[in-house]
């Protein structure tokens, strides 16, 4: 039974903004590591966690209050200089985030969240209380038990190297000269006892709830969709003004149709009916435009939650990372922006993980310590670009190659036959991994050929540029939408289809090319290129009506070939009906055609089997 039964809607409302709070949280977080005297963020943070705290509030989300309460004392000290951020408290306010978007995670399963681990808030109430977490000697038997502070301060700066000991946080009522005095009776700290699990592997803990979340909160696990988006006002009140005046053109057209019918056939007339239409065909057009843009979102809606986790992944394999973001701006469709979260993941991780040199190889490359990785995105006619860079050491086609052949995933014949570009494409190949041992983080093969078929599911694709030495950028190319689509409409017989026009290079009459037959196969040269033909009768599994007339060259990605059909009938946007429930092969979805027609809209990539080479018939 749910928790929080009659408030379904009030706890939806609450993860939707306050997940987007925590995202931004996190942002200023890594922007405050770097500048820890910021008022300015010092008081932002401090204002979300006391905003989520009171949406908590109302929902009786008693554990997620006391830890945003804790959380929230800590920011008001030291927005009130009352304490000063260093690396240990830096790490006890991270802990602390990644369990709240644990905590959400529980939430949007409808359940009340666990309390926080002990060695989370315990860490959090020492130093509000102004104890140090430093190394020391171990206190006197007769003081009274408490929390192993040696063990606590171990884990949250686990990983940090000896030679550069975080200094220790001093309570506002002590002196600094006395806190930092030596003194003779201290005896050497004993070993470090075991850590607890929750707090020593917090930044991976971190890492997986962050690049499993979805930008609402929601685990991806959970497969659901969110339900809801935000829209400008401005949009609405546009949308809403084209209703009012298509509105007022229906009216005019059924007065014109009445005085039609009544026998009011005159110049006049007939000219008021034309100009009715084509006023009502560009409000149409214009509401369509604007109902698209309501399903727009800033793409910075995904971005922000991935320095954070490329921080945290660089912590956890003792590299130095700063993820850049640039285009946040950027609108594409909602729908869109969900499916991008998990190969904007596996390729940020593989620039963390493969691309970025460790420290003392970035020094002995010349290279500053720190790596800086890009992650852009742009809009380029009806196309988002989506761009991931890094300055690390770049990917090798020879190394892939052999890889490659070493792991059986191709022949060495084929192998031979690969360029550059190809070479590197063989990264997206099920199984291929450079690793030579699987870790936590990377190894098992099962990453960049998920991107691969993520992005083909959107109608994108990726493409990859490498310099050894230099770094590596890889390029996701994407529809704006994938509600509305340009495409050719072609006929077999007197069935109409339609491909994507964004595949679509060129229309060429069949009647006088030169077509040959090469090793039993037809092929068209094309401007001294020889390019294979095939009919899409043939790959329908329909008869052959022998009328094909028309060749319409296609590429999909870097192969190109002619498709042979009856005819064509130009061009359209449609809009796509998704085929939920019953899908065949090489279909994408349907539309209807300006006369009433079902026309199946053909998956190229799909119909063809692509992943193997174009065209094996």
């Known amino acids: 039974m749910s928790d929080f039964s009659g408030m379904e809607e009030l706890l939806q409302d609450f993860l939707q903004e306050s997940s987007e709070l925590l995202d ?21 943070i401090f204002r979300g966690f006391h905003t989520i705290k009171g949406g908590a509030g109302f929902l009786n989300a008693s554990e997620l209050v006391t830890l945003c309460h804790l959380t929230e004392n800590l920011f008001d000290r030291l927005r009130n200089d009352q304490l000063a951020l260093d690396a240990v408290i830096m790490d006890a306010i991270l802990a602390a985030t990644s369990e709240v978007r644990h905590m959400f995670g529980a939430l949007s399963q409808n359940t009340q969240p666990s309390p926080a681990p002990l060695s989370i808030t315990q860490v959090l109430e020492a130093i509000l209380e102004g104890k140090s977490l430093a190394k020391a000697a171990p206190s006197p038997p007769s003081a009274p038990p408490g929390p ?30 006395t806190v930092n005095a030596p003194s003779p009776n201290v005896n050497p700290p004993p070993d ?48 809403l003004n084209l209703s009012g005046e298509i509105g007022l053109t229906k009216n005019r057209l059924n007065q014109l149709r009445s005085d039609i019918l009544l026998g009011k056939q005159d110049v006049n007339t007939l000219r008021a009916l034309d100009e009715a239409v084509n006023q009502l065909d560009m409000l149409v057009v214009s509401l369509q435009n604007s109902v698209m843009k309501t399903r727009m979102q800033p793409i910075g809606r995904l971005f922000k939650k991935f320095p954070r986790l490329a921080r945290d992944l660089a912590r956890q394999l003792n590299k130095e990372v700063e993820l850049v973001l640039v285009g946040e701006e950027t609108e594409i469709d909602k729908t869109m922006i969900e499916d991008l979260n998990d190969p904007l993941v596996h390729l940020i991780r593989n620039a963390v993980d493969h691309g970025v040199e460790l420290p003392a190889e970035r020094t002995g490359s010349g290279k500053p310590v720190k790596s800086l990785i890009h992650l852009q995105a742009r809009q380029i006619g009806d196309h988002i670009n989506i761009i991931i860079a890094d300055d690390g050491k770049g990917m090798d086609p020879e190394a892939i190659r052999a890889k490659a052949i070493a792991k059986g995933l191709i022949s060495p014949e084929v192998a031979s036959n690969l360029d550059e570009t190809q070479c590197l494409e063989l990264i997206f190949l099920p199984g291929f991994s450079t690793k030579e041992q699987i870790s936590s983080v990377s190894g098992r093969g099962v990453g960049m050929d998920v991107v691969k078929t993520n992005i083909k599911k959107l109608n994108g694709n990726v493409t990859i540029r490498s310099e050894v030495g230099k770094g590596s950028e890889l390029t ?7 509600a509305i689509l340009p495409v050719l409409m072609v006929r077999i017989g007197t069935q109409s289809f339609a491909v994507p026009l964004s595949l679509v290079r060129e229309i060429i009459a069949l009647e006088h090319s030169p077509i040959q037959h090469v090793g039993g196969k037809t092929t068209l040269v094309v401007r001294g290129e020889i390019l294979p033909m095939v009919s899409l009768a043939q790959l329908l599994h329909w008869e052959e009506s022998n009328q094909a007339h028309t060749g319409v060259l296609m590429q999909v990605e870097n192969q190109s070939f002619i498709l042979s059909v009856d005819g064509f009938d130009g061009h359209d946007d449609v809009v796509i009906k998704s085929l939920d429930t019953f899908r065949p092969n090489g279909v994408a979805g349907v539309t209807m055609s300006s006369d009433g027609e079902i026309v199946l809209i053909l998956d190229i990539k799909e119909l063809f089997g692509l992943t193997g080479g174009v065209v094996s018939h």
């Open 192 to 239: 470090v006892p075991d850590v607890p699990q929750e707090i020593k592997s917090y930044g991976r803990r971190a890492t997986d709830s962050l690049a499993n979340s979805s930008p609402s909160g929601r685990r991806e696990s959970e497969n659901v969709k969110e339900n809801t988006i935000r829209v400008d006002t401005e949009r609405l009140d546009q949308v």
């Open 148 to 177: 192993d502070w040696n063990a606590l301060f171990a884990a949250l700066t686990a990983g940090t190297p000896p030679s550069e000991p975080s200094p220790p946080i001093v309570h506002p009522a002590q002196d600094e000269s």
């Open 24 to 44: 931004d949280v996190d942002s200023k977080l890594l922007m405050l590591e770097q500048s820890p005297h910021n008022h300015g963020l010092l008081n932002d």
């Open 476 to 482: 996701i190319s994407l529809p704006l939408t994938l």
